[in-house]
């Protein structure tokens, strides 16, 4: 059992909380490489293979190019954990400076919530923090997610199926299972194409082009509702 780095918006991570979002889709790398005209799944569900367009495409890129495409976020049964924005809590307690000792301190989350962490050394905690930070004087400031170290995640999540479609298959279902939610203006699905292009653009990986994704479904194995 694998286990490996998973980042979402707050807006998102307010949505697993909740018990709304069940799904993730992501964008396929790959997938429009003049090599390849169609996915299968091959082996465990997270490997997937490219049908080439021909032998001479095929020798043409070799060296560049795995006909065999393993997902980034891994295999059924693999675990996720969470990035999230998170920052030192105010009313801060613990965070001992030895640096040859664990220490202890609260954390909360730009998403809600708050959470008393372990990390391995008081310099696995500073070496994250702004060059001009103040002990003294705590920025209630989020940090980004992509530098939330493992020790600081909050949320495990187990991947229960993975597919490879295209972008506009989504159904209805699918997108409330994204966390979006229908109102008298628009559906979920529409909700989502919206939330899709602020994510990723018009252009090339926007909505309109139709690219091929990752659809990983998971289940909520540690953390919930506030």
Same mark, same amino acid.
């Given at each position: 059992m694998g286990e490996n780095p998973i980042l979402f918006s707050t807006s998102m991570v307010? #949505?697993?909380? $909740?018990?709304?979002?069940?799904?993730?889709?992501?964008?396929?790398?790959?997938?429009?490489? @003049?090599a390849v005209i169609g996915y299968e799944p091959n082996g465990p569900h997270g490997w997937w293979k490219g049908t080439a367009r021909s032998e001479a495409v095929i020798?043409?890129?070799?060296?560049?190019?795995?006909?065999?495409?393993k997902c980034p976020f891994g295999i059924v049964g693999d675990r996720l954990w969470v990035k999230e924005k998170w920052r030192i809590a105010d009313a801060c307690e613990?965070?001992?400076?030895?640096?040859?000792?664990?220490?202890?301190?609260?954390?909360?989350?730009? #998403?809600?919530? $708050?959470?008393e962490v372990t990390?391995?050394?008081?310099?696995?905690?500073?070496?994250?923090? @702004?060059?001009?930070?103040?002990?003294?004087?705590?920025?209630?400031e989020?940090?980004?997610?992509?530098?939330?170290?493992?020790w600081a995640s909050r949320i495990l999540l187990e991947i229960t199926n993975i597919r490879v479609e295209r972008l506009q298959d989504i159904t209805e279902a699918g997108a409330i299972a994204?966390?979006?939610?229908?109102?008298?203006?628009y559906c979920a699905e529409e909700y989502y194409s919206?939330?899709?292009n602020q994510k990723h653009g018009w252009k090339e990986k926007g909505w309109n082009a139709n690219p091929w994704v990752w659809v990983v479904e998971f289940?909520?194995?540690?953390?919930?509702?506030?």
């Open positions: 307010q #949505a697993i909380l $909740d018990g709304r979002k069940t799904q993730t889709r992501r964008p396929f790398k790959y997938a429009e490489h @003049p020798q043409q890129y070799i060296s560049t190019f795995p006909l065999t495409i613990g965070w001992s400076m030895d640096d040859s000792q664990p220490c202890r301190g609260w954390i909360d989350y730009e #998403a809600g919530g $708050d959470n990390a391995p050394n008081f310099d696995a905690v500073e070496e994250l923090l @702004p060059e001009d930070w103040d002990w003294d004087f705590i920025v209630p989020y940090l980004s997610s992509k530098k939330m170290p493992r994204e966390g979006m939610v229908a109102d008298d203006d919206i939330y899709w289940k909520v194995i540690q953390g919930g509702e506030l």
